[in-house]
């Protein structure tokens, strides 16, 4: 089976407030998307790695972190307006031999090898798999500023990535999204909406995805403590 990666980081990041896009923020040295190619281009079972970035950061990203940290697996294409945009261009781009496509936010560094392995084998049996944890929190559904309803907790979860496909499922669902203008948070749904099963398998708190100021903070109190692929050196 020929597994590509498609990372998606095209984003601007304006919850962040940052001048520069957050994925390129740096932590500990590094910039965060160094973290999560390098998580990647590890793991044996991954064939290639299609990045996606922003036009205006092709030529900084090619330079200062492919080239610079010799990432030998990953492919460099330009993203669109919206993150399923970007997660389109990348799914284009992959391999023609691709079986499995690992899709990803270039703003998790701290997913596992493990987990990715383990949507990668959910995506061989059910065509499609999601890494998700139970909520914490109790969550209202509001409306006009008043409480609507109160879903019950045991059946919510929060979607995170991994979200791993066999390649024509999530081609055909972004094809048929982008025909009829239908636009996700994530690529689970477009699956979804055609009626398939997608697979829910355990994610990780610690899997959070980088996106206001505070996450700058745990992300690097999660390096210091060796989260993730990065264990204490
Ligand atoms: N046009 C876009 C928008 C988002 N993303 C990527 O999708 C991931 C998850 O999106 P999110 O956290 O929402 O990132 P941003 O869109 O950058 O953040 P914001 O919504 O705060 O602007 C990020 O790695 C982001 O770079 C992308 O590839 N292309
Ligand atoms: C795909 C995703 O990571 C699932 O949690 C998330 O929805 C993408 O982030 P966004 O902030 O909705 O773009």
Redesign the pocket.
């Known amino acids: 089976m020929y597994v590509s990666a498609v990372i998606a980081a095209g984003g601007k990041g304006k919850r962040m407030n940052s001048v520069k896009s957050k994925q390129y923020l740096p932590v500990k040295g590094f910039p965060i998307l160094y973290y999560t190619l390098t998580v990647f281009e590890t793991l044996r079972e991954i064939d290639e790695i299609i990045l996606v970035v922003g036009e205006q950061d092709l030529d900084f990203v090619r330079k200062d972190i492919i080239l610079k940290y010799k990432f030998k697996k990953t492919r460099l294409i330009e993203g669109g307006l919206e ?1 399923q945009d970007s997660v389109y261009n990348g799914l284009r781009s992959c391999s023609p031999q691709t079986d499995i496509v690992v899709i990803h ?1 270039g703003v998790r560094p701290f997913i596992t090898h493990g987990i990715i392995l383990e949507s990668i084998e959910a995506a061989k049996l059910y065509k499609a798999a999601g890494v998700a944890v139970p909520v914490k929190d109790t969550i209202k559904i509001v409306e006009d500023g008043f409480i609507k309803a109160t879903p019950d907790r045991r059946k919510l979860y929060a ?3 991994p979200q791993t496909f066999m390649y024509e499922v999530i081609l055909k669902a972004h094809e048929i999204a982008r025909k009829e203008g239908f636009y996700g ?2 690529d689970a749904v477009l699956v979804e909406r055609l009626g398939y099963k997608v697979k829910i398998i355990d994610g990780s708190y610690e899997n959070i ?1 980088i ?1 206001t100021p505070e996450d700058i903070i745990i992300a690097e109190a999660f390096l210091n403590l060796g989260f993730g692929e990065f264990k204490k050196r």
Request: proline residues 0%; neutral net charge.
């Open positions: 993150r936010d979607i995170q990535t948070t994530d995805k996106t």
